[in-house]
């Protein structure tokens, strides 16, 4: 069948071929032709003095690995409560928001009589947000299970009640002190 076609495409094509005897001189004409080519092929290369081709080799190969890298998924992203539903998504949201809320609250709070009470805080609050990035990674790892999740969201609320309690603290600690002043002043 293969050979039949061949046959076929000779036979349709006969007439058509070029079968006459090259011109005299034909070979001659045709090397001086190649000669000229290398030799000024050759001159432009020693009048560059500079050999690029291997730079842009690497240059290429370069551009080809961003390329592949920048294009695989990154399968070392770790998740978080906005990852897993909507829902808890807006839940992540609240508690951010309240937390930042209540730090800047804690900031505005900050004097000399506090100082000692708010930094302890804060190094609370910085233990339980190494402890989130923590829980973080294991979301990952555990493919959204949802003692993580709870424990994610456990994590936010302890950050919550530490914050509203050594606002309260400060509370006391103002009021106390107004107190001996006023007990001061009246003795």
Not at 1 to 18: P, Q, R, V, W, Y
Not at 151 to 157: G, K, S, T, V, Y
Request: aromatic share 8%; charged share 25%.
């Amino acid at each position: 069948m293969h050979k039949d076609t061949i046959e076929k495409l000779f036979n349709n094509l006969k007439g058509e071929f070029d079968v006459y005897d090259p011109k005299e001189g034909h070979e001659h004409r045709f090397l001086n032709k190649l000669q000229t080519n290398e030799t000024s092929s050759d001159i432009a290369f020693l009048k560059s003095g500079f050999n690029w081709r291997p730079f842009i080799a690497v240059a290429a190969s370069i551009v080809i690995c961003l390329t592949i890298f920048m294009t695989l998924p990154n399968t070392d992203e770790t998740l978080d409560l906005a990852s897993v539903s909507h829902e808890l998504s807006e839940t992540q949201d609240f508690f951010t928001t309240t937390i930042q809320t209540e730090l800047k609250k804690l900031n505005n709070e900050r004097s000399p009589l506090t100082e000692s009470i708010i930094n302890d805080a804060l190094k609370q609050i910085e233990l339980l947000e190494n402890n989130y990035q923590q829980l973080k990674t294991d979301l990952t790892k555990s493919g959204n299970d949802q003692r993580v999740i709870y424990a994610m969201i456990a994590n936010f609320q302890n950050r919550i009640d530490i914050l509203n309690t050594v606002l309260e603290q400060i509370k006391d600690v103002k009021q106390l002190k107004t107190n001996n002043d006023e007990f001061k002043n009246t003795i």
